[in-house]
């Protein structure tokens, strides 16, 4: 999905964003550098094997997921991480890393860290390593419909 068709959506829902471009960057660090975001507020997606499906896992960029208590949250029997070639293709548009927590226009469940659901708003990569949206969290979950587990 590139950021033209993200934005398309966002709008058609009728959902106020700020678009942010930056430099190119790929660290949490850098990004949140780039784009004058604090790295705690900038949201992260993680692509995950939640008994063997593909999942997002969304959470502060600051942090790494704890795949045991994201399983546990999920009520999963087991959860990995997912390697490139497990979802190589499921992103069309996308560049790798830079995957929009949007796990419902890919047909895939997403899991929010209980921080990411107490902020008023979210920031996330668009799709590339140059673009950010930043929009209210509660028009996130009212599209997405994420699952808050702990991770």
Do not use: W
Not at 23 to 46: C, N, P
């Amino acid at each position: 999905m590139p950021v033209a068709q993200l934005k398309e959506f966002l709008d058609q829902n009728e959902v106020h964003y700020l678009s942010i471009v930056h430099s190119k960057a790929y660290t949490a660090e850098s990004i949140a550098k780039s784009a004058h975001v604090r790295g705690k507020e900038l949201a992260k997606t993680v692509i995950v094997k939640l008994d063997g499906r593909l999942a997002m896992a969304v959470l502060p960029s600051t942090q790494k997921v704890h795949l045991d208590r994201l399983r546990k949250g999920a009520g999963a029997v087991s959860c990995e991480l997912a390697r490139e070639e497990d979802f190589y293709g499921d992103f069309p548009g996308c560049e790798l890393g830079a995957m929009p927590p949007f796990g419902n226009l890919f047909h895939m469940p997403v899991y929010v860290e209980p921080r990411l659901s107490e902020d008023d708003e979210i920031a996330f990569n668009a799709g590339s390593h140059s673009e950010l949206i930043r929009m209210d969290y509660k028009d996130f979950a009212r599209l997405v419909k994420p699952t808050v587990a702990d991770m």
